[in-house]
């Protein structure tokens, strides 16, 4: 029994240290990964339009808006989350910030791609 619990204290003290709370490199991270799933998600839905309809335009129009419209909403949260201090970026207070600006990030990221593709696709039918 002795020899359990020297090994489970032993391998307590060789865990990496655990990493500190830093608000502003999660919504770095979270910007990225929000942006790769934006990514796809708008090939994919982008792609799909040009199938369903041979020569319109409209597609690449949506492909162009949804570029110009994602850079600038992404560069908005990274930059407040990056205004913050050392202090400011450890502080657990922001936590609820911080779950609200994510929760905005990824309905942007997951969100737009649909809501603009379905715009178009709803605008090409009343127009064609």
């Not at 990493?19 to 990225?32: F, T």
């Not at 050392?86 to 990030?105: C, H, I, T």
Request: aromatic share 12%.
């Amino acid at each position: 029994m002795a020899k359990v619990w020297d090994t489970a204290s032993s391998q307590r003290e060789h865990r990496a240290p655990a990493k500190p709370l830093d608000w502003r490199k999660r919504m770095s991270d979270n910007i990225a990964y929000a942006l790769l799933v934006y990514t796809a998600l708008q090939i994919f839905m982008t792609m799909g339009a040009l199938h369903a309809r041979g020569g319109s335009l409209l597609p690449y129009f949506a492909l162009v808006l949804l570029v110009a419209a994602i850079i600038p909403a992404c560069r908005q949260f990274e930059r407040r989350w990056n205004r913050l201090s050392d202090a400011q970026a450890a502080d657990p207070e922001y936590a609820r910030y911080y779950r609200r600006d994510l929760k905005g990030l990824w309905l942007m990221a997951i969100g737009l791609p649909f809501a603009v593709t379905g715009l178009f696709k709803l605008l090409a039918l009343l127009f064609s």
